[in-house]
């Protein structure tokens, strides 16, 4: 399995911005999608996941009402919409691949295959 994130970039507080995880190597359908962030001299922190059928998704507490993930099987990808973009929000964003998601799975260590990550930088 491969993941790759994009979409990241410089952008002002308040502002928007949309990254992408494409995946390949096995089923798309079958793989729940996670986005982790993890911001300079702190611990990866859990942002939001997908179930693999897109019927569930779960956010942390710090962006929830602000960011949403959506997936598109017939492309193979993963999205996290970001809005109201805060400074805390500068991280690198990974995006991680497990065979289900469930409520309250924040832990970075069930995820099976992980994408190089891509950097949020949010000015204010």
């Known amino acids: 399995v491969q993941l790759q994130a994009s979409g990241g970039g410089l952008v002002q507080a308040g502002g928007s911005l949309r990254l992408s995880c494409a995946f390949s190597?096995?089923?798309?359908?079958?793989?729940?999608i996670g986005w982790f962030r993890q911001a300079p001299g702190k611990e990866r922190e859990f942002v939001a996941a997908?179930?693999?059928?897109?019927?569930?998704?779960y956010y942390g507490d710090s962006v929830k009402g602000r960011f949403t993930t959506s997936r598109e099987n017939a492309k193979n990808t993963v999205y996290l919409q970001m809005r109201s973009l805060k400074p805390e929000d500068t991280a690198v964003y990974y995006c991680a691949a497990r065979t289900d998601w469930y409520a309250g799975s924040t832990s970075a260590s069930p995820c099976d295959y992980w994408g190089q990550g891509t950097l949020v930088t949010v000015s204010s």
């Open positions: 997908i179930s693999y059928g897109g019927g569930n998704t």
């Open positions: 190597g096995r089923t798309f359908s079958r793989y729940a």
